[in-house]
């Protein structure tokens, strides 16, 4: 039988994951120096960090559960979408025209079946998906670099506007008001999400 998401994941997460079974508490003794090693407090500091390692632990096994279950969601929706394809490339296809091929040939028929994937087909495809979630990546990266830069040109020109560093002119007195509201709502609206950088 194959291994499930669901053994995988717990596996190679879950199964190296209490504390005694990377470093024991002799070990961890042994990490202090030797004046403090009989001290109490090692012991009740490595419960502490194994109370910590059960918690992530039971956190691990949720993300799991929630893995598996979009894992489903996910094989029903590759399920569907191969459905729909099927009924495209039959949609023109009369259905009497079905039955008499199969009466007449058997089950086997000219009929196009969807080809599962082998391996040399797959990595193709793998390799696709890997190069667009890159390149989405790095778009992203680059929007937050922008705004980032943004937000870091605005909180500078208020702080320049609070200290007085902000040239003063008869002629620019309106203008500086109207560029510090101006900025200011700028930043109201990139920390909400209103504007793309």
Request: overall charge negative; glycine content about 6%.
């Amino acid at each position: 039988m194959a291994p499930t998401e669901e053994s995988i994941l717990s596996n190679f997460l879950l199964l190296p994951a209490p504390l005694p079974t990377f470093i024991t508490l002799s070990k961890f003794t042994e990490l202090f120096p030797r004046a403090q090693r009989s001290n109490p407090q090692i012991k009740l500091l490595y419960r502490e960090l194994q109370y910590l390692r059960g918690l992530q632990t039971d956190e691990v096994k949720g993300n799991i559960a929630q893995e598996v279950k979009t894992g489903h969601k996910q094989q029903k929706e590759v399920a569907k979408a191969r459905r729909r394809v099927e009924r495209h490339e039959t949609e023109g296809i009369d259905s009497r025209e079905i039955d008499m091929e199969v009466e007449l040939c058997g089950p086997v028929s000219n009929l196009r079946t969807p080809n599962p994937h082998t391996l040399t087909t797959i990595l193709p495809e793998l390799s696709q998906a890997c190069i667009d979630l890159e390149a989405e990546i790095a778009a992203m990266e680059a929007q937050a670099d922008a705004m980032f830069g943004e937000l870091r040109s605005i909180v500078g020109d208020l702080s320049d506007l609070r200290y007085g560093r902000l040239q003063k002119s008869p002629d620019n007195s309106r203008t500086t008001v109207n560029e510090a509201l101006d900025g200011m709502q700028r930043l109201e609206d990139i920390c909400n999400g209103g504007i793309q950088a």
